[in-house]
């Protein structure tokens, strides 16, 4: 007699526990690939909103300018968040009549916990792909070990066995795996693409920290916080 042996039909007939494997992995899959798409279109939004800042700090305005026109957006990119914590700690250490290295010191301290900050938000859920990525694989060879175990305990019963007896218990143990490892690579392709993306974005952070650095090192100890402090139009 043939046995039906299509995937819908191997996931029906697998035992409890690994149709309960089976349904962990598709249910992570799915989360997974929620994540991948949700990383996809938020750090395309950041790389365009950085870069539309990027653009706007270099064009030649003052930067009190610049700053009033941040504080007064409901939403902002991480770089001009860094800007203006920088910004904000500069003028109100100009306004103690600090040191000029102090208002520096100061500004660099409040644009790394900013860029910190910043830079744990961008990474969320990144953790979660990488732990898909290497665990999927085992949690799948587990189901697969289990329905392997399965098969041959029920085998043990029969007087006679051939191979198609024994083929369609393997085969749904199989599918786990197979399972496992649908949900796992996608995971690792994506986070070592998000990683190397997010790479990118904090080379491109850091270096604005030094320039706008550099800036304000020019500027400070000028006298009076009102001073308008002017940012250069080229690089």
């Known amino acids: ?5 299509s995937i819908t039909a191997l996931i029906l007939q697998a035992s409890l526990v690994v149709q309960l494997v089976m349904a962990g992995l598709v249910l992570t899959s799915l989360t997974s690939w929620t994540v991948i798409f949700g990383k996809v279109f938020g750090l395309k939004r950041v790389r ?5 800042f990027e653009r706007e700090f270099w064009s030649g305005r003052s930067l009190t300018e610049l700053n009033t026109a941040v504080a007064g957006k409901a939403h902002t990119a991480p ?48 953790s979660f792909l990488a732990s898909v990525g290497s665990v999927s694989p085992y949690v799948g060879l587990f189901g697969t070990v289990w329905g392997i175990m399965h098969a041959f305990v029920g085998l043990s019963n029969m007087t006679q066995v051939t191979l198609a007896t ?3 218990g393997i085969a749904e143990a199989l599918v786990a795996t197979a399972i496992g490892l649908f949900a796992a690579i996608p995971a690792v392709v994506a986070y070592n693409r998000f990683a190397r993306d997010i790479d990118r974005i904090a080379i491109q952070l850091e270096t604005f920290i ?26």
Do not use: Y
């Open 1 to 5: 007699m043939n046995q039906d042996l």
């Open 166 to 168: 024994v083929a369609p």
């Open 210 to 235: 030094e320039e706008f650095s550099n800036i304000l090192q020019r500027n400070a100890g000028a006298s009076g916080a009102t001073t308008q402090v002017m940012g250069s139009g080229t690089r």
């Open 79 to 126: 770089m001009e968040r860094i800007f203006a914590s920088g910004m904000r700690e500069f003028l109100k250490l100009r306004e103690k009549r600090l040191d000029p290295g102090a208002q520096l010191d100061g500004a660099r301290r409040a644009m790394r916990a900013s860029f910190q900050r910043e830079l744990d938000v961008i990474e969320s859920n990144l």
């Open 48 to 52: 365009n909103s950085n870069d539309e």
